[in-house]
């Protein structure tokens, strides 16, 4: 089991960023895949970015070049950076983590709210 905490959420102008944070305890060494998803008001929840087995990185096509995921050297905290923030990344964001004998876990969720 792994447990996953968020922060760095709020409410930023169009254009702003806001840096959120995830906090991963329990089973960690188990975890191969974290990184963030999304889910916007009647719409499914989205990949935003992950890192992946073997460090390597993937992002939703609609954050590249604005939102940059990192984590520290321990990979038990991920970053994810976000820059020139729009209306539509108005969203609660998980943080998600998986392994190959781990379940898939996610965090409770923080609110991201831009406004126009």
């Known amino acids: 089991q792994v447990q996953l905490v968020e922060s760095g959420g709020g409410l930023v102008q169009s254009g702003g960023s806001l840096r959120l944070s995830c906090v991963a305890s329990?089973?960690?060494?188990?975890?191969?895949?974290m990184g963030w998803y999304r889910q916007a008001p009647g719409k499914e929840r989205e990949l935003v970015a992950i890192?992946?087995?073997?460090?390597?990185?993937n992002y939703a096509d609609s954050v590249k070049g604005r939102f940059t995921i990192s984590r520290d050297n321990a990979k038990t905290t991920v970053y994810l950076q976000m820059n020139s923030l729009k209306p539509e990344d108005t969203a609660v964001y998980y943080c998600?983590?998986?392994?190959?004998?781990?379940?898939?876990?996610w965090g409770q969720g923080t609110q991201v709210t831009v406004s126009s």
């Open positions: 998600y983590a998986d392994g190959s004998r781990l379940p898939s876990s």
């Open positions: 329990g089973s960690i060494f188990s975890i191969v895949n």
């Open positions: 890192f992946t087995s073997g460090g390597s990185t």
